[in-house]
């Protein structure tokens, strides 16, 4: 795949269709692929990485890229196209500056679930019959393949690309997923178990910003965190409420924009499953308003913006909080 | 440095009686930047605004918080107060501790302790108010009239005869409404047809009247002064600028049994139907679900037979859109659905009929021609039981907990008619009370228990069993003589309750109106409003308010009529300032606030910017029209970078004020 989209980029870039490619380039580690713009055939011929460990969404970084002269390449993957649309939905991207190229997606390896076995020293990783070998510096390691998928691929919502100009490889469906298994299991707490299970987590947050700053749907001129005048602005939370509440507003500003792109949790340092707040509110707005999808398209109203007659009406809150 | 003056109103005894306001006063006068703290028997009054002015002169107040009634209430007449004393109005808050507080609460120390809070809040709020400048916004000179009937006609001719142009959106095929459907009227017993068509061609006439029948609200925007409103013309097939009302078509229509609507369903109309002989527009509608060459493509007939060429298979559901100044709701009411009252057998027996279809049944353009017969077996009833009350004044889920104030008088009035027309029937009628209350209407009463002998007997009835002899056995009780009665009854008729429009509900929303729980809608003020919705520009006329007899009916739309009249001859109104304004430097352009602003005030422009590294961008940003916004705040909780604030009710302002009360 890596050596069809290196070929796809310099012809692209060669034909004038384009004059930069945003793909990936590695880090000091191998698992450390980071998003990366090229500008010329040599420098994609050096750097250009799409791998296992290759999950980074490219879409906001499309926000500010789109806006620069000429057109840019863009590597969609399906999870991509979702924030790359919701974004073109809220204005945020020109199209017009965007080629796109939709490439198949994971399932994506997560680093730290192998090292989590004990293996450290990575150099690469190959999928044999879902046994992944695992080159390292003390020699060839295996684990099966799937129990080192990134969470966020595990219940993978869609494997088809809802925006494109053309695709390498054939496009995939939308996925009856498990995504809401969790969710479900936290419906079922008690108040205190769930209180105790968010504490336990949200305790963990450093306020890194890490999670804000992947975002997609995260994509303001200035932050109401950054914001002075917003009254709720600050670097590092300094009792426990505001630990919990930094990620709570963060949940209700992306609710109903949130493309399920589960950015947020692999970027976490602490691995705190904010992903899951996100996908409550999802749940709870196909509950409430009917089955939606941020991303999936540029045109519908979003259920948060919209009002129709037969909306539940707000008590279904409090109702719904009666244990 | 901000000089804040605090007036505590006691209202009479309506807020001392249950809030120490000398310690309000107290207590708030130590809040900061508080320099004067007063309290007053009636701050409202002539010598409590005087107050008010003399400490803003005399302490040269920056801002006022009054603690007093709703600002429903007030907040004009202490705005007014501020602006002739050289404060701008805007800088006057105020805490309602009368509504929101001691009408609601008993004890004593946790009502005070509750008021002071609420007086802190309005404390820190005003520290962040800002001077502010009201606008002027034009008024477009055209009313809406939604509803037909007496009512909507009523105040449609009474805006008319002003002068100014009044549509009138009718549901159904013609204006005229449930009074079209009555035979006489209480308490002069004169025809319901002989005085409302007479209306209905006047407005049909009137050269400032438009009626568009069988037509529907499909939207609203806009605000007071400025609403902009789409009709949905229903298709109905037949041209209504060809169609010269003739009824050859309904003469001719092969398909002849289809229930009839105005008749209550006691009898049959053709499938290309007028309703009534006196319908306006008089122009012949066809109902597509019996329609045979709407359903099966073969007939054809009253195409053939009209030679105005109006038939017209293929029409289709037409949209209008009109700008309008003042909106006007009239939709009426219904009676409720009788299938939960198994008792009364009203399904069972089709000889148990509504007080609505005992109308049509005596009716002269009724099924029996005037005559009245039983509809099983048209015979004539010897006796007839009415049962009074069915399903209103009802505490259970089955009715409606309100008297619908009418059955009282038309139970009188059929029961005087029948004893009248048919000396031989006996009449008898169960009643939980009496009610009268009405010019000439005990007298009304009185006349038909006295001089026609009408049983009045204070009971309910239990049940009403159908027997297989044709009879109708009645089982009821008698409070007064405390007995239980069998009535071998001919007839049952039951007065049921009324309940408005079920168009009423989607209305409402529609006009950002407010109803009650029982889906009337609520007036701006319960005595001193009546006739206003508490959104702007919107009036209320006839029983969509509320359950009304004819006469009320007429004076209510009247009222309404003056009241949009009034806002009418204004050339602008003064807008409000409270609007919304966008932070250029922090919107996304993402469009949220676009999508949910119900006025349409909000636009994008492309603006330059010079950015921090000096380089220039373009960037979209929401742009709104301080004349079209209304204030409503959706904006500012939909923008996800808090670009969006609300004038007067900043989110800063708003954040103070939680503060103080969660402090």
Redesign the interface.
Known sequence: MQEAMINKAKQLLSEGVVNRVIGWKRGEFAYDITPAVFENAEEIEKSFVYDDFTAANVSKYLVKES?KDGKILAFLKPCDTYSFNQLI????IIRENVYIVGIPGGPKLDAEKIKAKGITGILGVKNENYTLKIDTIYGEETMPFYEAVLDKCASCKSKKHVIYDELIGEDGDTLDSNRFDMVEKLENMTAQERYDFWRSQLSKCIRCNACRNVCPAC??????FD?P???IENKAPSDSFEENMFHIIRAF??AG?CTDCGECSRVCPQNIPLHLLNRKFIKDINTFYGEFQAGEDITS??P????K?NDCEANIIHERGVE | MQRIGVFVCHCGTNIAATIDVKAVAETLSKEPGVIVSQDYQYMCSESGQNLVKNAIKEHNLTGVVVCSCSPRMHENTFRKAAASAGLNPYLVEIANIREQCSWIHKDIASATEKAIILGKAAVAKVHLNAPLTAGESPVVKRALVIGGGIAGIQTALDIAEAGFDVDIVEKNPTIGGKMAQIDKTFPTLDCAACILTPKMVEASQNEHITIHSFSEISDVKGFVGNFTVTIKKKARFVDETKCTGCGLCTEKCPMKKVPNEFNMGLDNRSAIYIPFAQAVPKVATIDPNYCMMMKTGKCGICSKVCSAGAIDYKQQDQYIEQKYGAIVVATGFNPINLDKYDEFAYNQCPDVVTSLELERLMNAAGPNGGTLLRPSDKTHPHKIVFVQCVGSRCDDSKGKPYCSKICCMYTAKHAMLIREKYPDTEVYVFYIDVRTPGKNFDEFYRRAVEQYNVHYIKGMVGKVTPRSDGKIDVQASDLLANEQLHIDADMVVLAAAIEPDKTAR?LA?MLTTQMDTNDFFTEAHPKLRPVESATAGIFLSGACQGPKDIPETVAQASAAAAKAIGLLVKNSITCNPCVAHSNE????????CE??C?YGAIT?IDKEFKMPDRTV?I??VASVNPAVCQGCGACTV?C????MDLNGFS??QI?AEVDAICK
């Open positions: 806006k939905k809220e204005h945020r994509t303001c001129e200035k932050c109401v914001n005048d917003s009254g500003h992306v924009r109203l979003a948060l913006n919209e009002f007659q | 989607p929303t430097l922090m919107c996304n352009g993402c469009s949220s999508k949910v119900p994008y961008a960037r979209r939909a996800p970078s808090g670009a989110n800063s954040i």
